[in-house]
T-cell receptor, first 114, second 114 residues
Framework: SQQGEEDPQALSIQEGENATMNCSYK?????LQWYRQNSGRGLVHLIL?????REKHSGRLRVTLDTSKKSSSLLITASRAADTASYFC??????????????FGTGTRLTIIP | KAGVTQTPRYLIKTRGQQVTLSCSPI?????VSWYQQTPGQGLQFLFE???????NKGNFPGRFSGRQFSNSRSEMNVSTLELGDSALYLC?????????????FGPGTRLTVT
């Protein structure tokens, strides 16, 4: 099963509005990352937040992390048509044997209506 | 700096055949990871190579293998192709060893198995 589950699965908003998407995960993490993907192309890294951080900003992006609830949120302010994409959270999962895996959530499909 | 490149971009193979995909990381990056993306399973981690050694691996059968060369370029091989191997295969490079760091993704190779 997926380590991360994102909510909502799809979101449509008017240009200029704010978009919020959430990610929940199951196991302890070192870092949580958010990525954007445009229509079946490669992923673009947006922001990384460490497990000892609670909030991080980058331009119009704001990410929060609540390790007690094992959840994170991504806020995009003043949305633009170019923000239309799928957004994924990714967590690093380390097994007892030290094997690391980067595990992606199911993604939120964001559509900005001009 | 040139980004991550993947070749070929599109590939059509027949069940039972084998395929080799290639990835050239960003100059100076020594970590290369591979991911499979399908509509049903989402984004799944295959393996990570660093300094020509496989460091981490996901939960895929032995038909999926890879290697990394001394110039950090990586290849992924899938033997005895199955219909379910049809997917977008993404390669990502990173400056640091492990998956807990910002990953730079290539555009992907879309593999169709008929």
């Amino acid at each position: 099963s997926q380590q991360g589950e994102e909510d909502p699965q799809a979101l449509s908003i008017q240009e200029g509005e704010n978009a919020t998407m959430n990610c929940s995960y199951k196991t302890s993490i070192n870092n949580l990352q958010w990525y954007r993907q445009n229509s079946g192309r490669g992923l673009v890294h947006l922001i990384l937040i460490r497990s000892n951080e609670r909030e991080k900003h980058s331009g119009r992006l704001r990410v929060t992390l609540d390790t007690s609830k094992k959840s994170s949120s991504l806020l995009i302010t003043a949305s633009r048509a170019a923000d239309t994409a799928s957004y994924f959270c990714a967590t690093d999962v380390v097994s007892n044997f030290g094997n690391e895996k980067l595990t992606f959530g199911t993604g939120t499909r964001l559509t900005i209506i001009p | 700096k040139a980004g991550v490149t993947q070749t070929p971009r599109y590939l059509i193979k027949t069940r039972g055949q084998q395929v080799t995909l290639s990835c050239s990381p960003i100059s100076g990056h020594r970590s290369v990871s591979w991911y499979q993306q399908t509509p049903g399973q989402g984004l799944q981690f295959l393996f990570e190579y660093f300094s020509e050694t496989q460091r981490n691996k996901g939960n895929f059968p032995g038909r999926f293998s890879g290697r990394q060369f001394s110039n950090s370029r990586s290849e992924m091989n899938v033997s005895t192709l199955e219909l379910g191997d049809s997917a977008l295969y993404l390669c990502a490079s990173s400056l640091m060893k492990g998956v807990s760091y910002e990953q730079y993704f290539g555009p992907g190779t879309r593999l169709t198995v008929t």
